[in-house]
């Protein structure tokens, strides 16, 4: 059993700061939860995040308890949660003029 | 309530050390304030590259930066020493905003007291007399509610968001339930994570200052041509597994806790308020520039977090350096003093962390040397610049 460390106890992705985890890996956690167990779909390094549970495209992706960005994607538990399937909801020129266009 | 034994001062103050400072006006005199200090049992040259040739915002900013350092509760007598005259801040001038302490204070001119020698011996004199003056001061009894409490982070990695800075933050909130402050620099990194700050602010107005300031760092780093919201997260940072910057934000400003925060201030400025809650002061992320500005604003101690370990130390703001990445404890166990990594490993829970961080910061308050302050390595004394020089 490998573990990855949850910050805030609403967090829906932990983080790997032990050893790295391989795909097939049983996964569990420390730190503010420790109710979750997920099996790897992905190798995850150092440092890199695994989603803890299903989180649906669209939806935050909850980290020190508050938003890190919105999931691109639908992200199975278990998978690798990086800039491939989470996005920022800050500093978005490109998002601001769509959303100005939509309004004219 | 807890109390440390601190050093009581002629305006109120406490003061966790009892330092004598040799305080260089200018570049110029830099040289004749470290003969003095090696003279001196406790001497405390404080030197830097500023003084001459600067516009006058920059100048100002400069003159808060020595003012305040001499002006810190850790000072008990100052020394300035100044080569000639520099328009708007001379020996005197900065003798009068640090009078008001009404801590003991002497001035030099290197030119009127006849040339390096003289003013040498001039001020090596009155340093001798301060030193003995000083040591008279006896350690007392004081709550810890009138600690200022700065905190830094710096050479950070994965572990730093997720262990040394949220250990620290809940640290900080042991403090404020006593009636303590805690202070926050570095703007740079707030970035992304403003909605979370202003939540907190205790009024329309500590908001407004608090997005203006994040607003006019990035303008600063957008004014060098270089967009660093482009640009962050980093290659590395994302390398290391941190995907927006909301992210990288939020493990920088998990520093504090979640207390009010009542004030924001310039840079190098004390704060107005003694209501207990965090403070938020505009700065860079630059470790030495930030953590001299706290201790101008008054903090008597410095919780530095650090994934990589850090050396970093000022000359009269005790530093204490945590890491949550056991490697770097290991590595750096001479200037690294806390080592909260026991939160991966079940070992500590993180408000047991916060607990341990505390802890040795009411210790560091009560005379407990850190291990920088043991090898004198007063690194970190350096002053941010808003304007170039003419």
Known sequence: ?????????????????????SVGDRVSCNGERSDLEVIALADIAYGHKIALMDIAEGDT???YGLSIGSANCDIKAGEHVHAH????????????DRAAVAAE | MSEFMGYLRPNGDVGIRNHLLILSGTVYANGVCERVADTIYGAVP??????RCQVAPDLRVTRRYLAGTAMNPNVGAVVIVDHFKEEGMTAEDLADDIAPTG???ATVNIRGDGGFISAVEKATRYAQDFARQISLCQREAAPMSRILFGTECGTSDTTSGLASNPANGLAGEILIAQGGRMLMAECTEWMGCENWLTEKAASPAVAEAILSGVQHMEARALASGEDIRGSQPTGDNMAGGLSTIEEKSMGAVKKIGDSPIIEYLEIAEAPTKSEPGNYLMYGPGMGAESISSMAAAG????????GGGHTSN???MPTIKVTGNRQSFELMRDTVDVDVSGVFTDEITLAEAGQIVY????RVCSGYLTKSEALRDNNSFAIHRVGPSI
């Open chain 1, 1 to 21: 059993m490998k573990k990855v460390f949850v910050v805030y106890a609403t967090d829906n992705v932990g983080t790997v700061v032990l050893e790295p985890i």
């Open chain 1, 61 to 63: 992706v909850l980290k």
């Open chain 1, 85 to 96: 399937n989470v996005e920022s909801n800050r500093g978005r020129g490109d998002l601001a």
């Open chain 2, 46 to 51: 404080i030197v830097h590259a500023n003084g």
């Open chain 2, 103 to 105: 801590k003991p204070i």
């Open chain 2, 299 to 306: 903090c008597q101690v410095l919780t530095f977090c650090t």
């Open chain 2, 314 to 316: 000022h000359p009269i």
């Open chain 2, 359 to 362: 802890d040795e910061v009411e």
